[in-house]
């Protein structure tokens, strides 16, 4: 029992003697704390007076600095106003002589001219005394005199204009067409270039029968994706190692069958390769499409049009009429209207103009229904091109009728470039067919007497008869012609049906 009672006590006096060195130790440590803290404010202090000492040296030497700068300054200004005060002093001086030069020159003009008065009233004199003289010796007056001049005058300008006009007419008529002739025949062998004949390829050659089954892909994933990115139908058939691709717009045709080489090439072919690829192929033609157009404008010296007009040129590129490329048939049109124009005196600018757009509106895709003249006149219209070139467009296939020169020589530079031998694909055989199947629809109507395909097909003129079909009745079977033409024929553009009906009363006397 005494021995746990001395444990107690010696554990409680080994717990109360460190308890005290514990708070003895932390006293001084706080103590020591405090001092560093006092060491460490007064160092602070120290160094922020360091600091703002130097900052006033800084600014002082800032204010100094900025102060010679200002004064500088203000000297030159002093020495600049000083010199342009003398400049004008020197000015006024200068003004001052010439001024004085001037109120002499007006003086001496003073003096001359009382005396041109002075010989002016002499003159007057002698010419009434000479009249006065005149009219003694002949009898006449002076207005009686000026009447007979004038009416001799008059009878031997009507006999010289009358011969001069006769003349005129007779070497015009013999030189006109002998003129017309030569410049169309020099315009054409200034032209160098060749319209090549492109015709947009709508097969696609493949290595190897399997490669078909890896265009389809599982479950047709592949095929459907690239129809879907390409906007092309893709036709797989029996023909060995061959795709046929089926579109309107010759661009997506020629996309699709760009990206199908590239994926045959590659050998990855899977719906996110083909997203790839078709993504990065129409890029390139994108940017093809831009650089055909500005090659064009280059070419011809056209260096001021806008990126929008340079991408619908360069459409045309892909667009082919007859087999002839209407990108390279543009171009020579232009060349073609600029040379006849150069020889006419006609506006070169606006022909070119013209003769460069005259069928963009084959390379538009529009909605609308009128034809490549009118659409491409009214995206013209919309891109900034003067009034004179966007009638020359609508006019080019008689549309409209033309006002101008410049419309006129247009259409010739056209028919020039796609008649020339060699320009256009379409055989003999079918033109033939095709203007035969025009006259064919029209005469198989009641009271048709006549029908005349004209303009290369494009217009159709009819002749009735006047006692057979009224105004009322022709109108109705222009539509019925119109309608039976576009069901049962295949043909470029818009053809124009024109119905005449005349009474003619003929009598003869005996």
């Not at 040296?57 to 030159?76: F, G, I, M, N």
């Not at 002075?118 to 002698?126: G, I, P, T, V, Y």
């Not at 390829?201 to 459907?224: F, Q, Y």
Request: net charge negative; aromatic share 4%.
């Amino acid at each position: 029992m005494l021995n746990m009672i001395l444990l107690v006590f010696s554990l409680a006096f080994t717990f109360f003697i460190g308890w005290i060195s514990r708070w003895f130790y932390a006293k001084a440590q706080a103590k020591s704390s405090e001092q560093q803290a006092l060491k460490n404010i007064a160092q602070i202090q120290k160094e922020a007076e360091n600091e703002r000492k130097e900052l006033l040296l800084d600014a002082q030497s800032q204010l100094v600095t900025e102060r010679k700068t200002q004064e500088k300054e203000l000297r030159d200004q002093r020495q600049e106003l000083q010199r342009l005060e003398s400049r004008l002093l020197s000015k006024e001086d200068n003004l001052d002589r010439k001024m004085q030069a001037t109120e002499k020159k007006l003086q001496s003009l003073s003096h001359k001219e009382k005396q041109l008065e002075e010989k002016e009233h002499a003159l007057e004199a002698l010419l009434t005394q000479q009249h006065q003289e005149l009219e003694r010796v002949a009898g006449l007056t002076i207005e009686e005199a000026k009447e007979q001049l004038i009416l001799a005058m008059e009878d031997e300008a009507r006999r010289d204009a009358r011969t001069l006009i006769g003349k005129i007419e007779q070497e015009t008529k013999e030189t006109a067409e002998k003129k017309a002739r030569d410049i169309l025949v020099t315009t054409i062998q200034r032209l160098s270039a060749e319209v090549t004949s492109d015709i947009t390829v709508t097969a696609v050659s493949l290595p190897n029968d399997e490669m078909k089954g890896r265009i389809i892909g599982r479950e047709g994933r592949n095929i459907r994706t690239l129809e879907t990115l390409t906007g092309v139908d893709i036709i797989i058939d029996d023909t060995p190692e061959v795709l046929v691709l089926s579109a309107y717009d010759p661009v997506r045709k020629a996309i699709a069958k760009a990206a199908i080489e590239r994926l045959v090439s590659d050998g990855r072919i899977h719906p996110t390769r083909i997203e790839e690829v078709v993504q990065k192929i129409t890029k390139e033609f994108n940017q093809l499409i831009f650089e055909e157009g500005d090659k064009a404008a280059f070419e011809l010296g056209l260096t001021n049009l806008s990126n929008e007009t340079l991408r619908v040129l360069g459409r045309l590129h892909f667009r082919s009429s007859y087999g002839q490329n209407v990108l390279a048939h543009s171009k020579e049109v232009s060349k073609i209207a600029g040379m006849i124009a150069a020889e006419v005196g006609a506006n070169r600018e606006v022909c070119k103009r013209a003769g460069l757009f005259h069928d963009v509106g084959k390379g538009v895709d529009t909605d609308g229904d009128g034809n490549h003249a009118e659409v491409g006149a009214e995206l013209m219209k919309k891109l900034g091109e003067k009034e004179a070139v966007v009638h020359a467009i609508m006019a080019h296939h008689n549309d409209v009728e033309p006002r101008t020169p410049e419309a006129i020589i247009i259409q010739v530079a056209d028919a020039i470039s796609a008649s020339r031998p060699g320009a256009r694909r379409e055989t003999l055989d079918g033109y033939i067919k095709r203007l035969e199947a025009l006259e064919k629809i029209a005469n198989s109507y009641q009271g048709v007497e006549r029908a005349f395909a004209v303009q290369a097909g494009r217009e159709l003129r009819i002749l009735v008869n006047h006692e057979d079909i009224s105004d009322e009745k022709m109108r109705v079977m222009g539509q019925k012609i119109a309608t039976q033409i576009e069901n049962e024929l295949k043909y470029p553009g818009r053809i124009r049906i024109t119905l005449m009906r005349e009474t003619r009363v003929i009598e003869y006397a005996k």
